[in-house]
């Protein structure tokens, strides 16, 4: 009896470790990450994590929660393997430096750094993992940082570890081997064995293999679903996600990190767990309950076309949040196939530069001379309504290439009203910045009134597509212009499309945000011919989205009313007004003429003056003080104005007080990141913003 007994117990005991074991590979993807940062060879990461998974699954009541146990787990198993940087793991040698440079650093400092940068924990969490006090966990960090930042890392450190975290998602790892399953018998041989029979004996024996399939095919999809039921659905679900990774040439361990994928790997283990649980309780779940579960868990395999086909077939024109999740996942999908054909486009540069760069009769990616299974991925989501266009210019060396991916289109009717209505004027933002167009403004205009009216629809959702940021977008590209075109014409007045655009919205009613917002800046602008409001040069990017959102706003009083307020150059809209002013302000002299614009505008004339060698202008922006000898914060500036890539940011939280009043700093970042500076501004007595040239960068 105690042997009967103690195998029984040692059989629960290692079904509870496997349902555990399942529970917590749901954190699999982000553990391998981390161990391959904190100094594990990716050849190693796959064992190393399946060690821990196996660890992790035999602790009783553990303390942490499962994802920080096995990070625990992670870090004190941490120095077992070879951190060598295999040849081709990362794209670009800056990743690879950054990397190596990580894993150099002390054991803690690596190790407080990764938690809180590439894995989003907060101090209190991530000394739960190392043991030790959320102080000892934020030095070790800054230790880590400080380090990087005087090692032969190249660029701004915070922009690389945002670039390297990306470059980290890419990084498959081998699976660890598992046990074949025993093949077919093959073809040749069934067919010599068949040749062999007699008509009659062939007979028989069909139709006993008829009765015998039948009864199969009814037991394998009626009554209880037993063990070998379920193993048999994780053999099929590995199939599918094989069939579906061979569409685009890939390995099942490539798919790794892709939002959907990983929601059916998760969904199908919730339903597996659920399946054995039910059969260790002895109240087995029904073969077709189940069934239907994995039916839809399969449709994150299906392709943009399979899914417009089946809303067609199965309208959600009465259920907003399944009309939402159907959209999003109708986008993640089609973002992660773009991302999937890029990247494997990408990976041959040699063959993406020898077809060139785009021209009149040829703009479309030549992918003649890309291996087969790349063409086969391509033409596949050609079929699906994907493009595959060159642009202008170079990334990294290689010519540039967007791609486009299909719309839900007509089968919006097919949603409920609130998201059709959404989903239409996403697809067309998203359309035109991907085709290169431009936005009618007084549409848009239209198109914020028609959001505000579903604004009720929308109240609590939290998911990643919100109809207060699209309204914002809008709001923005409006009101400061940009793929719409510039908001200034050539006369200096606001053009007279965007005046309609901005007197439309200013008559939505009194409810309207819109309307509260942009009506004082109507009543200036039309008080002086539509040349300049000092309400228009307060609006604040997400001035809209606060309000829409019954947000406090932010007080700026200590900026002069100033918000926050960040430009991308090139900005075109921007940019015309900047020119407006700086030909003004040339032929005047009379620099009060600048009051009420932000501090921003400011920096952006002094680098137009740089540019244009204006010693003059210089002069004026700078009250008659001496330019600086460091100029690499204006340098950045006249590159952008040149069609370089240039942020220029200006926060109230920088300001600080000065020798005769306060002062502002511009941060500037330029090539894309990779080089900062800074640049000052004193606010004078005159009520404008000028630069301080000794003090910049």
């Not at 679903?225 to 490539?254: H, I, M, N, P, T």
């Not at 939290?462 to 006369?491: C, T, W, Y």
């Not at 220029?648 to 306060?662: Q, W």
């Amino acid at each position: 009896m105690l042997g009967k007994k103690a195998r029984a117990e040692a059989a629960q005991r290692s079904r509870q470790i496997n349902e555990r074991r399942a529970v917590l590979s749901q954190y699999l993807t982000e553990l391998r990450q981390f161990i391959h940062q904190n100094g594990t060879a990716a050849g190693d990461v796959g064992e190393h994590a399946e060690r821990i998974l196996g660890q992790a699954a035999k602790i009783e009541n553990p303390d942490e929660q499962d994802f920080l146990l096995l990070l625990k787990l992670a870090c004190e198993s941490a120095g077992r393997d070879s951190g060598e940087t295999a040849d081709g793991l990362f794209r670009f040698p800056e990743d690879r430096a950054l990397h190596e440079a990580i894993i150099r650093l002390d054991a803690n400092a690596r190790q407080a750094l990764l938690l809180i940068d590439m894995h989003g924990l907060e101090a209190e969490e991530a000394a739960k993992v190392l043991g030790c006090s959320p102080d000892e966990v934020l030095n070790s960090r800054q230790a880590g940082k400080t380090a990087l930042d005087e090692s032969a890392v190249p660029g701004h450190l915070e922009r690389r570890l945002e670039l390297l975290k990306r470059a980290y998602s890419r990084v498959s790892f081998p699976v660890p081997a598992t046990s074949e399953q025993p093949g077919e018998l093959p073809e040749q041989d069934f067919r010599q064995t068949q040749s062999r029979l007699k008509w009659p004996a062939a007979a028989v024996l069909l139709a006993a293999l008829l009765l015998i399939i039948s009864a199969f095919y009814l037991s394998s999809r009626n009554g209880p679903a037993d063990e070998v039921f379920v193993k048999q659905l994780s053999e099929r679900f590995d199939r599918d996600l094989a069939e579906y990774a061979g569409k685009f040439g890939l390995k099942q361990e490539e798919l790794l990190g892709l939002y959907t994928i990983d929601n059916a790997r998760n969904e199908f283990n919730s339903v597996k767990m659920l399946a054995e649980q039910a059969i260790n309780r002895g109240e087995p779940l029904e073969k077709r309950e189940v069934e239907k579960d994995y039916e839809e868990i399969i449709r994150y395999f299906e392709l943009p076309s399979g899914m417009v086909r089946r809303l067609a077939k199965e309208p959600l024109t009465d259920d907003f949040k399944k009309s939402l999740e159907f959209f999003e996942q109708f986008h993640m999908k089609s973002w992660e196939l773009s991302s999937i054909l890029y990247d494997r486009l990408a990976d041959y540069e040699e063959i993406a530069k020898e077809n060139g760069a785009p021209g009149q009769d040829r703009p479309d990616v030549d992918l003649s001379g890309y291996p087969a299974p790349v063409q086969r991925a391509a033409e596949l989501l050609k079929s699906e309504g994907f493009e595959f266009r060159k642009t202008a210019g170079t990334v990294e060396g290689q010519p540039s290439m967007v791609v486009r991916a299909p719309g839900i289109s007509g089968a919006a009717d097919h949603l409920h009203p609130a998201v059709s209505a959404f989903a239409r004027l996403y697809e067309k933002r998203l359309d035109a910045e991907l085709g290169g167009g431009t936005l009618p403004v007084v549409e848009l205009a239209g198109d914020i009134g028609e959001m505000e009216r579903w604004s009720d629809e929308w109240s609590g959702y939290s998911g990643m597509f919100q109809l207060e940021a699209l309204a914002n977008d809008q709001f923005k590209e409006i009101v400061h212009g940009g793929r719409s075109g510039p908001v200034f014409g050539k006369d200096g007045t606001v053009t007279p499309a965007r005046r309609e655009a901005w007197k439309m919205m200013a008559e939505f009613g009194e409810d309207s945000t819109a309307a509260s917002i942009i009506r004082p800046v109507v009543k200036e602008m039309e008080a002086s011919g539509w040349r300049k409001s000092a309400a228009y040069n307060r609006l604040g990017d997400n001035d809209y989205m606060e309000a829409f959102s019954d947000q406090p706003e932010w007080n700026y009083d200590s900026s002069m009313g100033f918000p926050p307020m960040t430009i991308d150059l090139p900005d075109e809209g921007f940019e015309s007004r900047a020119n407006r002013l700086y030909g003004e302000l040339s032929r005047s002299g009379d620099i009060e003429m600048l009051a009420d614009e932000p501090p921003v505008m400011t920096a952006v004339l002094y680098g137009m003056a740089f540019k244009n060698r204006d010693e003059r202008m210089k002069a004026l922006l700078s009250d008659g003080r001496e330019p600086g000898t460091k100029e690499k914060a204006v340098r950045l500036i006249a590159d952008g104005l040149s069609g370089g890539s240039t942020t220029v940011a200006f926060y109230p939280e920088n300001i600080s007080p000065g020798e005769a009043g306060i002062r502002a700093q511009i941060s500037v970042f330029g090539n894309y990141g990779a080089e900062s500076s800074e640049l000052w501004l004193d606010y004078s007595a005159s009520g404008t913003w000028l630069v301080d040239p000794a003090s910049s960068d």
